[in-house]
T-cell receptor
Framework: TQLLEQSPQFLSIQEGENLTVYCNSS?????LQWYRQEPGEGPVLLVT?????EVKKLKRLTFQFGDARKDSSLHITAAQPGDTGLYLCAGAPHGQNFVFGPGTRLSVLP | KAGVTQTPRYLIKTRGQQVTLSCSPI?????VSWYQQTPGQGLQFLFE???????NKGNFPGRFSGRQFSNSRSEMNVSTLELGDSALYLCASSSGTGVETQYFGPGTRLLVL
């Protein structure tokens, strides 16, 4: 059983469309991080959310941390081919090791 | 500031052999964590080293071991390789204190035949 679940597992969309991916857990996290990983490379940190209910914007990307700090979402507006990659959420539940979700593999077609 | 470097980038071994992977963290970072990434299991935490001491450990068998040197460089060793050890091995460095931002290296892709 994964501590962090992500949905959808795969997503293929056209350039210009909007999308949301989700990260859920039954555990409370003090913070959650979102990473993007491209083929052949290590994950690159996009954002860290710390406060329940927090919303952070990074250009066309909007990240939200749930009020109960058990879930998070990533919304991309007007997706571009450069957004293609594996999106991973990660965090450390209280007293436990850092864990990653299984990821959402996004493909944005031109 | 140079990023995290990992060597080698690619490696092919046969069952029963052993392998050592190396990771050089960002200058000034004292924590190095190792992860295994496979298509089936995703990213799984192996262990973390901080100031030459193992601080945390994941649920991997004793064939997986590591160490950290005084300059914070870290090595990971896998003995008696199995086919299922084929994976991308990633290391991540961080300062080792507070709410962590982990910076990942490009990984070492290991293929066990």
């Amino acid at each position: 059983t994964q501590l962090l679940e992500q949905s959808p597992q795969f997503l293929s969309i056209q350039e210009g469309e909007n999308l949301t991916v989700y990260c859920n857990s039954s555990s409370v996290f003090s913070s959650l991080q979102w990473y993007r990983q491209e083929p052949g490379e290590g994950p690159v940190l996009l954002v860290t959310v710390v406060t329940g209910g927090e919303v952070k914007k990074l250009k066309r990307l909007t990240f939200q941390f749930g009020d109960a700090r058990k879930d998070s979402s990533l919304h991309i507006t007007a997706a571009q081919p450069g957004d293609t990659g594996l999106y991973l959420c990660a965090g450390a539940p209280h007293g436990q090791n850092f864990v990653f979700g299984p990821g959402t593999r996004l493909s944005v077609l031109p | 500031k140079a990023g995290v470097t990992q060597t080698p980038r690619y490696l092919i071994k046969t069952r029963g052999q052993q392998v050592t992977l190396s990771c050089s963290p960002i200058s000034g970072h004292r924590s190095v964590s190792w992860y295994q990434q496979t298509p089936g299991q995703g990213l799984q935490f192996l262990f973390e080293y901080f100031s030459e001491t193992q601080r945390n450990k994941g649920n991997f068998p004793g064939r997986f071991s590591g160490r950290q040197f005084s300059n914070s460089r870290s090595e990971m060793n896998v003995s008696t390789l199995e086919l299922g050890d084929s994976a991308l091995y990633l290391c991540a460095s961080s300062s080792g204190t507070g709410v962590e931002t982990q910076y990942f290296g490009p990984g070492t892709r290991l293929l066990v035949l």
